[in-house]
C-alpha cells in the first residue's frame, strides 16, 4: 500500500517537474518551434478497410457452441411462458405473471436490481376463461373458435340463426337493412378451403437466397394509393361495427386467415382489425374468430333453407388494472 502511494506520489513529482522543464527548453530556443503531434481523427468503422484474411478467435467460436449445445436452457424458458404462462395479452392477468417471472428469472441468473416499471396507463384488463360454438342444426358440428380480445361474456348459451354477411361497400349495406336482429354474424367472406397439397414449411434453396440479397430497395411508387385503401377499409369496418350494433345481432364470428401454403387451416390466426372497430363490437355483443377447416360444408349448408341454427357460450373476465 504505501509502496503504491509513493508510486504514485513519485509520478505525481515527475508531473509536476516535467511541465516547467519544457516550458524552459521552448524559453531557451525561441526560434525552435515546439513539436506537437496532432491526434489523428477516427475513422468511422464502415470506413475501415476489411483485412483480406479475417482473424478468428475459434477459442470464442468453440465456447458460444458449447453455451448452445451443452449448457441451453431455451426449451426450459420456452416452456415456462408457453405453457406455463401462454398468452401475455396487454393488460391481463397472464402479461402481469409473464413480468414477475421475467423480474425473478433475471434476478435467478445473477442480474442486480431486476425490477419492474409502470409505463402508463392502459386500461381495462381482459383474459378468456371459456369458449365453444356449434352447429346444432341441421345436424350437429363443433367448431374451432376462440374470443377476440375484449369481447364480452355471454350469460350462458347464444342460439341463433347463421348467416353470412359480406360487405365491400356502402351500398351492401342495404341488402341487410333490418334483417339481422338475433342472428349469429358470420362476417366476411367465407372462402374455400382446398386440400393442403404443399408441405407447411419449406427451406429456402441457394437460389431463392440469392434473388432475396439482389432486391433493389426504391421509391415506394405505390405507398400512397395502398395508405388510402386501408384508410378507406378502416372506415368502412368502423361503419359496418355501428350497423351490427344498431341491428342487435346476437354474435359475430370472424373468419381466421390462411397460412402459408394454406396452412392453419385447422388453426385460428387472428391479426387484428382497428381497435376501434372491434370496442364498437364488443362492448355489446360476442365476438370469436374461427378456424376455416369446415368452410366448404358452411358455404354448402349455409346456402340452404332453412338456415342452420349455431349455438355459442364465451364466458370471460375483464378487469381494472
Not at 24 to 35: M, V
Not at 189 to 207: A, G, N, S
Not at 283 to 307: F, Y
Not at 308 to 315: C, D, H, N, T, Y
Request: charged content about 25%; aromatic content about 8%.
Amino acid at each position: 500500500m504505501h509502496t503504491a502511494r509513493a508510486a504514485a506520489l513519485l509520478a505525481l513529482a515527475g508531473a509536476i517537474v516535467a511541465f516547467p522543464m519544457s516550458s524552459l527548453s521552448a524559453a531557451a530556443n525561441p526560434d525552435k518551434k515546439a513539436r506537437t503531434t496532432a491526434a489523428a481523427p477516427e475513422a468511422a468503422p464502415r470506413e475501415v478497410p476489411q483485412p483480406t484474411i479475417e482473424k478468428l478467435d475459434l477459442n470464442a467460436y468453440a465456447r458460444i457452441r458449447e453455451e448452445g449445445i451443452a449448457h441451453s436452457h431455451v426449451m426450459e424458458l420456452a416452456s415456462a411462458l408457453d405453457d406455463d404462462i401462454g398468452g401475455r395479452l396487454t393488460g391481463s392477468p397472464n402479461m402481469q405473471k409473464a413480468n414477475d417471472w421475467t423480474r425473478d428469472e433475471l434476478t435467478r441468473l445473477g442480474l442486480v436490481n431486476a425490477h419492474l416499471e409502470d409505463w402508463g396507463e392502459f386500461g381495462m384488463g381482459w383474459q378468456q376463461l371459456n369458449t365453444w360454438v356449434r352447429m346444432t342444426s341441421p345436424d350437429t358440428a363443433p367448431f374451432i373458435a376462440q374470443a377476440t380480445p375484449w369481447s364480452p361474456a355471454t350469460s350462458g348459451a347464444v342460439s341463433g340463426e347463421a348467416v353470412n354477411v359480406v360487405i365491400d361497400d356502402e351500398k351492401d349495406f342495404d341488402k341487410y337493412k333490418g334483417k339481422l336482429a338475433g342472428k349469429i354474424v358470420l362476417l366476411g367472406e367465407m372462402r374455400e378451403v382446398p386440400p393442403v397439397d404443399k408441405p407447411l414449411f419449406e427451406r429456402y434453396t441457394d437460389k431463392d437466397l440469392e434473388e432475396l440479397a439482389q432486391y433493389e430497395a426504391g421509391p415506394n411508387r405505390d405507398l400512397e394509393r395502398r395508405i388510402q385503401q386501408y384508410l378507406k377499409r378502416a372506415a368502412l369496418r368502423d361503419k359496418i361495427a355501428a350497423f351490427l350494433v344498431d341491428e342487435k345481432v346476437a354474435g359475430v364470428i370472424l373468419p381466421s386467415r390462411d397460412g402459408k401454403n394454406r396452412g392453419g387451416w385447422r388453426d385460428v390466426y387472428y391479426d387484428g382489425l382497428p381497435f376501434r372497430f372491434y370496442s364498437l363490437l364488443q362492448e355489446v355483443m360476442p365476438t370469436l374468430v374461427k378456424a376455416q377447416g369446415r368452410n366448404n360444408d358452411q358455404l354448402r349448408i349455409g346456402n340452404s333453407s332453412p338456415a342452420p341454427l349455431w349455438s355459442g357460450e364465451g364466458l370471460s373476465e375483464s378487469m381494472c388494472l
